[in-house]
């Protein structure tokens, strides 16, 4: 009896609140009127907090943004050094995440594990060991240059070696394969490199030496640090800093379905867009949460939606969402005017005047609010 | 060996630094050495510099011999009388040390402080403040970045700015109407001529809220009070005109233009005008009143002359009130400038009375406008039936830190019940407790505080009040100076916007975030109306999509690239907008429009 009365509302109301009043009716146990009465009450309460046609929701959400953004500005650099790693959070943050750009300033992972591993510590710190990405600089004592001789020692340190389960020869085969016209010699634990080109030019061994500490020995690239962390009861989670979640998720017990990364491109590249997405949204809540900002989380999805629709990740600069445009008056009122009309005319370009900067700019009613309903008239039919 | 440098100079070397300079320091106090003359031993560098340059700023400082402070009670007591400042300075008792010789010398604060190692004293801890921030009282008690903001207060403040006003052509000057003397002063007020310039007035001020009108740094004031001529005050504003020649033997002529002049404005402008075309003193002028006639010759010599019906038509370029603004012609001069040119110049006077907006301090950074003129009757009083006469927020006080302010209110009041001033000088003030239990001996309770009565009920406030006298500063933001309304006017001759600026009767401007306002609430008929200032009709062509014209003799549309036989429309659109149409033109870039029906 009861179901039918659901399946009126299937249509009308989205089914995760219509399984909540399921539930909530059960358990209340209702009578087939007072179900009816629930449901027409959700029904109504639904439909009065959907947004109504005509309210401009882009404007809103740069003004919920826009204000408490004033105010973040002066707030800013206090937590700078405060702890051991160093995040960009506040405006600077926002700014990177709005404007899409490619590489945040502090790449930051978080890394779960699969159940059997999450738990023990000494299998969480196994893996984060495995994570962490070193290079020659870390397990070298020091780097000398040779001016007389044209050449750079690398003396190497035994311990840190052993701490990677390294020797000598597996460091300079490394070092052999990954660079080129340079020939390395290894005795013990001294690696010495000499360039192969004959210009004995002291900026060049300069320059080798600085490559040849960046050179990758272990671990994951780009990672440099790991920090692992209880997040509840016994679960471990590892947090680092850099962020490379492709071969991340080929080491063991790795949970890649709920790793992620504040690298919102990264992210587009390995999870795809849908996650890009919700990047953007979490990353966005994070820093107004830090900031104990409230801004309602349809604002940010408003704005990750439009940022991600194409499919590709665009920030809201006059290279990204507004370049989507389609008004030539309204990309030309936001930077670089010039360039937009010249290209325009170029193309011989037609603005249909559907948008709102365009209609202020030749003073016409804004297609929004109430000036988005047009008028129409009945009229009479003549008698014939 | 130690080189030695006497204004940068080098010229020679000594071989005992220490006892050198000493030898300089006691020449000089002797007076065998000029007074202006520093010497400064830089020990890391190893050399001795003598000064003797201008522009170097020196600031005298009491000597201290083997931990002996020169300067003794006996000559104290001769001070003024036997003894000059000169005196001491010539008697090396006071020296004058400049930055350099300062980082020899080890200065001691108070003379209880000295020792042995000490070789000066400062003659005053207020010293270290400048003139307008020890006229603050209690200033100790402060918050230093509040007594900046009272230092910058009183620079603002209206008082007797300059004894001779009545002869000076001032711009934006006031006089405060009976300027009083602070009850509450320091040191720096006694010595400096504060007394006979003052700048505010001793008021009764209570701490309390009032209806929520003096929320947000406001303040209440007392309407009997401003009745009674509080903070009164005379604001002057000159105007001027200049004869001027021009090119071919042409002058300005001060005179009440006739009406052949273009641009005349009406007889009843000119009313106050005496023959000579300038108004009388003591004339009651309201805004637009014509103070100076004058004449100007023709803009364009012979350039109208072929076709104008009366050639060589003069202009009328007179003086008159600004927008806003009346008073009482004050002062009238006829002179003449540096280019010999006629020069009249007239002062007109402007009675104000504190009103809604007008801004006032109390001398520790405490400013606010005024949010309520309150009728006297709705006062509170207290038991005494005393009425304060500004009633300032509490809130005010607990953030800032001013502690000051409130020490003030408390001297201010022993000062007004007791009948004396009270030395508020900082670092050296009357003690709180002591005028704690001044007060008390008044019959007061010893906090401040009195029980009070609502004005408008009677009824007893539940919590006593704390009041006192204090003094205020009228500060020079008058509301009246910053007035302004338009309803249309002025507009810009290339778009036809509204003109900037309170002086040109320009409009205000709906910004960039306004007008996201107003979309953000879909006003989308009210956001069109409000920027329709510089609408315009135009007429485009449908064929070509150009702007077309409409022929007033023809009485005819046209297009001047497709005849008059094509569809010719008239649209209303921003001005702006066209002229952006005619700037793309200018570039080589034809934007058509595309007109279709809108329902």
């Known amino acids: 009896m009861s179901a039918t009365i659901y399946k009126d509302y299937e249509n009308t109301l989205p089914k995760p609140i219509l399984d909540n009043v399921k539930t909530l009716c059960s358990k209340y146990k209702l009578s087939d009127a007072k179900i009816k009465k629930t449901l027409e009450k959700t029904k109504e309460a639904y439909l009065k907090a959907q947004v109504e046609p005509g309210e401009s929701i882009g404007i809103v959400t740069a003004e919920s943004f826009g204000e408490p953004s004033t105010q973040m500005i002066l707030r800013v650099f206090h937590f700078a050094g405060a702890s051991e790693m160093n995040i960009t959070v506040g405006l600077p943050r926002l700014i990177e995440i709005f404007d899409a750009r490619k590489e945040p300033s502090t790449p930051m992972m978080e890394v779960y594990l699969e159940k059997k591993y999450a738990t023990s510590p000494s299998k969480v710190k196994e893996i984060a060991e495995k994570i962490k990405g070193n290079t020659l600089e870390d397990v070298a004592s020091e780097f000398l240059l040779n001016i007389m001789e044209n050449k750079v020692e690398i003396k190497l340190s035994r311990n840190k070696m052993q701490e990677l389960n390294l020797n000598s020869k597996d460091i300079s085969d490394i070092i052999v394969n990954s660079l080129k016209t340079v020939s390395v010699e290894q005795d013990r634990d001294n690696i010495i490199l000499k360039p192969e080109s004959k210009t004995n030019k002291l900026s060049d061994l300069y320059k080798l030496k600085e490559k040849s500490k960046d050179i990758h020995v272990s671990g994951v690239k780009k990672i440099t640090q790991v920090f692992p962390m209880k997040i509840n009861d016994d679960e471990y989670v590892i947090y680092c800093s850099g962020s490379n979640l492709k071969e991340v998720f080929e080491i063991e017990g790795v949970d890649s379905t709920r790793t992620k990364s504040n690298n919102i491109f990264e992210t587009a590249a390995i999870l795809g867009i849908e996650a890009a997405r919700q990047t953007i949204i979490e990353e966005t809540l994070k820093v107004l949460e830090e900031q104990g900002l409230n801004i309602d989380i349809r604002h940010i999805m408003l704005l990750a939606d439009t940022m991600t629709r194409s499919g590709g990740i665009r920030g809201t600069t006059r290279t990204g969402i507004t370049k989507e445009k389609e008004s030539v008056l309204a990309r030309a009122s936001f930077e670089t005017p010039i360039r937009h009309l010249v290209n325009a005319s170029l193309i011989g370009e037609k603005d249909p005047l559907s948008s709102v900067v365009e209609n202020v700019m030749l003073n016409q009613a804004i297609p929004l609010g109430t000036g988005l309903p047009g008028l129409m008239a009945k009229m009479k039919e003549k008698k014939k | ?599």
Not at chain 2, 11 to 26: H, L, M
Not at chain 2, 580 to 599: A, F, P, T
């Open chain 2, 1 to 599: 060996m130690i080189p030695v440098y006497i204004s940068e100079k080098y010229v020679g070397e000594i071989e005992s630094p220490t006892e050198f300079v000493r030898k300089v320091k006691s020449e000089r106090r002797k007076g065998n050495l000029p007074t202006e003359l520093n010497i400064f031993y830089d020990k890391e560098f190893g050399e001795i510099k003598i000064e003797l340059s201008k522009g170097r700023v020196q600031r005298p400082l009491i000597v201290v011999e083997n931990g002996k402070v020169l300067l003794t009670k006996n000559t104290i007591e001769k001070l003024g009388k036997e003894l000059s400042w000169n005196d001491l300075v010539k008697q090396g008792v006071i020296e004058y040390l400049d930055a350099s010789e300062e980082e020899n010398a080890f200065i001691a604060l108070n003379e209880n402080d000295v020792t042995e190692k000490h070789t000066h004293l400062e003659i005053s801890p207020l010293t270290i403040l400048g003139i307008c921030t020890s006229l603050i009282p209690y200033s100790n008690f402060g918050s230093s970045s509040r007594l900046i903001r009272g230092s910058k207060i009183q620079k603002q403040s209206l008082g007797l700015y300059s004894s001779n006003f009545l002869l000076r052509m001032d711009t934006d000057v006031s006089i405060l109407h009976y300027p009083q003397v602070p009850i509450v002063r320091s040191f720096t007020s006694d010595i400096y001529p504060n007394k006979s310039f003052p700048a505010g007035q001793n008021i009764v001020i209570a701490l309390m809220s009032y209806e929520g009108y003096n929320m947000q740094d406001a303040i209440i004031i007392n309407k009997g009070s401003i009745q009674r001529g509080l903070f009164r005050s005379t604001f002057f504003r000159p105007y001027n005109t200049e004869e001027l020649r021009y090119a071919g033997g042409l002058k300005d002529e001060v005179a009440i233009p006739d009406k052949e002049v273009k641009g005349y404005r009406s007889e009843k402008e000119y009313k106050y005008l005496e023959e000579d075309g300038i108004i009388f003193p003591e004339a009651k002028v309201d805004e637009n009143d014509v103070l100076i006639g004058k004449i100007s010759p023709p803009r364009f010599l012979g350039e109208l002359e072929e076709f104008s019906i009366a050639a060589n038509v003069r202009r009328e370029s007179s003086t008159s009130v600004k927008q806003g603004e009346s008073g009482v012609i004050d002062f009238v001069v006829i002179s003449e400038n540096e280019a010999g040119n006629r020069l009249v110049q007239l002062r007109m006077r402007e009675q104000r009375m504190p009103e809604l907006g007008d801004k006032f301090a109390s001398r520790h950074g405490q400013k606010g406008v005024i949010g309520m003129v309150v009728p006297e009757e709705n006062i509170p009083y207290s038991t005494n039936g005393i009425k304060p006469d500004i009633i300032f927020s509490p809130h005010s006080i607990p953030g800032r830190m001013t502690v000051s302010h409130i020490i003030e209110i408390l001297g201010g009041k022993v000062g007004a019940l007791s009948g004396k001033t009270i030395d508020g000088t900082t670092f050296d003030s009357t003690p709180e407790e002591e005028l704690r239990k001044e007060l008390l001996e008044l019959g007061f309770r010893e906090d401040g505080t009195e029980v009070m009565y609502n004005g408008m009920t009677g009824e007893r406030f539940k919590t006593r009040i704390f009041i006192g006298n204090m003094y205020y500063l009228k500060l020079k933001y008058m509301v009246k100076n910053k007035l302004q309304t338009r309803a249309s006017g002025k507009v810009q001759l290339l778009t036809r916007q509204p003109v900037e600026g309170k002086a040109r009767g320009g409009g205000l401007r709906l910004g960039e975030m306004e007008k996201d306002c107003l979309v953000g609430h879909g006003a989308s008929l009210l956001l069109k109306e409000r920027f329709d200032s510089d609408k315009a009709i135009i007429y485009v062509c449908e064929s070509c999509g150009m702007l077309g014209m409409y022929d007033y003799f023809k009485n005819k549309k046209k297009c001047s690239k497709c005849g008059s036989n094509v569809e010719i429309t008239p649209i209303e659109l921003s001005y702006a907008f066209k002229l952006l149409v005619d700037e793309l033109k200018s570039l080589g870039i034809n934007s058509k429009l595309n007109l279709e029906e809108k329902y």
